[in-house]
């Protein structure tokens, strides 16, 4: 596709459950991000792909998530357990080669509520 | 700690009123500034990217500018259509490439 694609858009889960994410980057782009919107918040880093391998991990808030990215292209996002603090946009971007000055280019979203 | 700081948190504007936008940093060693644009229930949209003190770029009546210390994200005779939350990020200077956001500036022009 022309863009980074996300699914499902929309996820409502109750708490306790176990919760997938699927990003699909621009065809071709090795790095893959992974962040995290609150309402009134500005994206946060939650974990970074070049290629196959989690070059950075340090915002994953704790071993609840979990991602991966097994061929190089389409990631998941795993959240076991979840718990209502969890409720946020997660969205994920990529881009071409990685590099900090690249333009990151990002997917809708996914919009998790935990009731 | 990285720090960006956008102001104002709102703006409105009546249709061909310009102004603009700030974006303060403190993070050293600068490797590149971003402005997204995001509207409601979207993801972030790329606009610009600038690396060094000086350095402007343009978007149709969007004009983003780069200081050591700050960018500004000038509008000029803005239409409705340019309502949207402006986001600006840096990368962190950590080494990492994860980018660090301010909260935004969310933008309302009014016909």
């Known amino acids: 596709g022309a863009g980074v694609s996300q699914t499902p858009s929309n996820k409502v889960t109750e708490k306790g459950k176990y919760v997938e994410l699927r990003c699909d980057p621009i065809?071709?782009?090795?790095?893959l991000y992974w962040y995290r919107q609150s309402l009134g918040q500005g994206p946060e880093f939650l974990i970074y792909?070049?290629?196959?391998?989690?070059?950075?991990d340090s915002g994953l808030p704790n071993d609840r998530f979990f991602a991966v990215r097994p061929e190089g292209s389409v990631s998941t996002l795993k959240i076991q357990r979840t718990e209502r603090g969890d409720s946020a946009v997660y969205l994920c971007?990529?881009?071409?080669?990685?590099?900090?000055?690249?333009?990151?280019?990002f997917g809708d979203g996914t919009r998790l509520s935990i009731l | 700690e990285d720090q960006v700081t956008q102001s104002p948190e709102a703006l409105r504007l009546q249709e061909g009123e310009s102004s603009s936008l700030n974006c303060s940093y403190t993070?050293?060693?600068?490797?590149?500034l971003f402005w997204y644009r995001q509207d409601p229930g979207k993801g972030p949209e790329f606009l610009f990217t600038?690396?060094?003190a000086g350095e402007e770029k343009e978007k149709e009546r969007l004009k983003a500018t780069l200081t050591k210390k700050e960018s500004f994200l000038h509008i000029t005779a803005p239409k409705p259509e340019d309502s949207a939350t402006y986001l600006c990020?840096?990368?962190?200077?950590?080494?990492?490439?994860?980018?660090?956001f301010g909260k935004g500036t969310k933008l309302t022009v009014n016909p």
């Open positions: 971007a990529s881009s071409l080669y990685g590099g900090a000055g690249q333009p990151q280019h």
């Open positions: 065809s071709g782009h090795t790095a």
């Open positions: 792909f070049q290629g196959t391998g989690a070059a950075d």
């Open positions: 993070v050293s060693g600068l490797r590149g």
């Open positions: 600038l690396y060094s």
């Open positions: 990020a840096v990368p962190w200077a950590g080494g990492s490439e994860k980018l660090v």
